[in-house]
């Protein structure tokens, strides 16, 4: 990820700062704002092994596949399909394509992001820091710098 301009930044989906976990699976975490409650966004590459368990989270949730295809209950998904789930609402198991998948995850509040498996007690698990925090000083100031500006065209 780079830093291309105050307040912006770029990547690719290959980017190779994005992390990676024991299984293999590679993600970015992009928070949009500086607040608990504040939406999150979760590039995410699985390979052909992945599986995840019936499961639901604790905000609402939206999937887009962009390469590859993922398994949602009986359901196959694949390049362009979108998903939207309702807090709360339970699904799954997931299970990853024959090339993996690759997809990207918008939650509208990042407290809800981690899965909570049903049957399971629920986990106290630690905090994701973000690849990138979109922070609302930047909103703030270009705001005020517009506000200023009509106040000095107004005169």
Known sequence: MERTARGRYETILDDPDFAVM??????AAFFLGDGETDPAVFPMEVGPNFRSPVHYHKTHYMSIIL???LRVGKKWY???DIRLQEKGSVY???EAGPEGC???????DRRGFHPTVLGEPEQDL???EPHVLLSQV???LA????????????R
């Open 126 to 128: 630690p905090p994701v």
């Open 67 to 69: 390469r590859g295809s």
């Open 92 to 94: 799954g198991p997931e």
């Open 102 to 108: 690759f997809m990207l995850n918008i939650f509208a």
């Open 78 to 80: 694949g390049p362009g």
């Open 22 to 27: 024991d299984d293999g699976t590679r993600f």
């Open 138 to 140: 930047w909103n703030a």
């Open 143 to 154: 705001e005020k710098h517009t506000d200023s500006a009509s106040v000095s065209t107004a």
